[in-house]
């Protein structure tokens, strides 16, 4: 069964540095998500993604963080120069975009500690 | 703004005793509800999706629900492998089709024991 895959399952950083966390979506979909969720916390929404264009994205998504499609399979999250509370899992969606509302399916997230 | 409500935060639960998730909701138009399953340290896991009031779905021990202000998530006979965190979310229909957010609940966390 086509599965999202990320990778690297855990990414330790220093604060301030660069991350960049990756995502391999199901193939034939073609919206693309980005959530996060600090321990203890809701599942919250960063941005989606359709035809190389941001639809929508939240308060949290501010300009420190970028998406990018950068081949045929791959989707990335961008932290630019990383906080302490930017500590979280960050699970990565893709659905399909057919029907009134599609279902969107996680990958098993990345964890990313700031230290 | 949208907003999603679980109940209880945790339940423990027998082998074998049955019992009900609440997931309660404010939504402008509701037009489906998700069921996830999350084990810890992983992403969600696609349970169900409902797109109206009076619509069932089930799946070996799971049964949801969904009336106009709330949905359940029916479990029945469980087993210490139903132990998980169990998440509803709403979509915020700006776009028809894909690319709407979801709206996560707290969730609930139930322990199955022997």
């Known amino acids: 069964e086509p599965e999202v895959t990320q990778t690297p399952s855990h990414q330790v950083t220093q604060m301030g540095q660069e991350v960049i966390l990756r995502c391999v979506p199901i193939s034939n979909h073609l919206y693309f998500y980005w959530y996060r969720q600090i321990l203890g916390q809701k599942v919250e929404f960063l941005v989606s993604f359709y035809n190389n264009e941001i639809s929508e994205k939240s308060e949290i998504f501010d300009d420190q963080f970028s998406v990018e499609r950068p081949d045929g399979s791959n989707f990335t999250l961008k932290i630019r120069s990383t906080k302490l509370e930017d500590s979280a899992m960050y699970f990565c969606?893709?659905?399909?975009?057919?029907?009134?509302?599609?279902?969107?399916?996680f990958g098993p997230g990345t964890r990313l500690t700031v230290l | 703004e949208d907003q999603v409500t679980q109940s209880p935060e945790a339940l423990r639960l027998q082998e074998g005793e049955s019992s009900s998730l609440n997931c309660s909701y404010t939504v402008s138009g509701l037009r489906g509800l998700f069921w996830y399953r999350q084990d810890p340290g992983k992403g969600p896991e696609f349970l169900f999706t409902l797109y109206s009031a009076g619509e069932e779905k089930e799946k070996e021990r799971l049964k949801a629900t969904l009336t106009k202000k709330e949905s359940f998530l029916h479990i029945t006979a469980p087993k210490p492998e139903d132990s998980a965190t169990y998440l509803c979310a709403v979509p915020r229909l700006k776009y028809a089709g894909g690319g709407n957010k979801l709206t996560f609940g707290t969730g609930t966390q139930l322990k199955v024991e022997l």
């Open positions: 969606a893709s659905s399909t975009g057919t029907g009134a509302v599609d279902t969107q399916y």
